[in-house]
């Protein structure tokens, strides 16, 4: 299976809440790119911020994605922890 066939599936929405999505594109990379999309983003459940390079580069890839416009702001961040384990990230 290639890296378009793999993207070309739904993401796995890791989390949903009522700020933001976390999605998930695995691949069987060992590789792992994150990204919190632009300020102005809106979740659609598809796709985040860098997806197209994720594609090329054949890596997993998580996306976090506003549902309205947003800066992260900390007391949301605890969505993304929810959605994101911390044995997936390397730091």
């Keep these: ?3 378009h066939d793999i993207y070309s599936k739904q ?3 890791l989390h949903d809440c ?3 999505q ?6 069987e990379s060992e590789l792992t790119l994150v ?3 632009i300020m102005h983003a809106k979740a659609n459940g598809k796709e985040g911020f860098a997806l197209k390079l994720a594609r090329r580069l054949n890596l997993n890839f998580y996306a976090v994605v506003p549902k309205r416009p947003d800066w992260y702001p ?3 961040t605890h969505c993304v922890n929810r ?3 911390r044995d997936q990230i390397a730091a």
């Design 18 to 20: 009522e700020e933001l």
């Design 11 to 13: 993401p796995i929405i």
């Design 83 to 85: 959605g994101l384990k």
């Design 22 to 27: 976390v999605l998930h594109f695995p691949t």
């Design 74 to 76: 900390t007391k949301i």
């Design 1 to 3: 299976m290639n890296a």
């Design 35 to 37: 990204t919190f999309d």
